[in-house]
């Protein structure tokens, strides 16, 4: 059973404009509930009763939903998933055979690009990958998220918005690059949490 502050978190960001993907990419529950949360009259909406164990994601989301509900009426005048924040150019983010992760400015031949990006190294006959084109603040948004749900580290996940906030897209500013470094951190906290397989070493 959701819990009655995960449901006010969920119904604060449709209420700031966010999808059902970005939604789940936030909050981590599934599209199907944030469906029926936002379907069903605000009195009707199943909630858990006091007794019950509380949701562990109020913790590290509830936070979050207040910060972003003080920025979106305080700071950048675009709507609240970033669609109206240009990156200038758009960013390639680019996972690098040698294992790490970083972002480029697209060119005008972005085909060509990378297919130069994607070349198979010779010596090891593995190559780089562009996994995500972001011409948006909000696409940067959500691929970063993504990125973390996947297992990437959320260090090198913050650098890539550190860097395109300050060369792309100077309009974003800092409070809003360290809420989605908050969230970062939490979703990859939440990776961790969810593949920790630690077994006893002999």
Request: hydrophobic share 40%.
């Amino acid at each position: 059973m959701t819990s009655a502050k995960t449901i006010r978190h969920i119904r604060a960001l449709r209420a700031q404009g966010c999808s059902v993907a970005d939604i789940h990419l936030i909050t981590g529950v599934c599209a199907d509930t944030i469906r029926g949360i936002l379907t069903a009259p605000a009195d009707t909406t199943p909630v858990s009763s006091p007794c019950e164990h509380p949701d562990p994601m109020d913790a590290l989301f509830d936070p979050i939903c207040e910060r972003t509900t003080v920025m979106s009426a305080n700071h950048n005048p675009a709507d609240a998933n970033g669609a109206s924040l240009l990156l200038v150019p758009p960013i390639l983010i680019v996972a690098t055979h040698m294992g790490g992760l970083l972002a480029t400015p697209m060119q005008t031949d972005a085909e060509r690009q990378r297919r130069r990006i994607e070349t198979v190294c010779g010596q090891c006959g593995d190559s780089d990958t562009v996994v995500a084109t972001c011409r948006t603040w909000g696409e940067l948004d959500l691929e970063l998220m993504a990125l973390a749900g996947d297992g990437w580290a959320d260090d090198a996940l913050i650098d890539i918005a550190e860097q395109a906030a300050l060369r792309y897209c100077p309009q974003v500013d800092e409070e809003t690059v360290g809420e989605l470094a908050a969230r970062l951190c939490a979703r990859a906290a939440q990776w961790w949490d969810d593949n920790d397989t630690w077994e006893d070493e002999a």
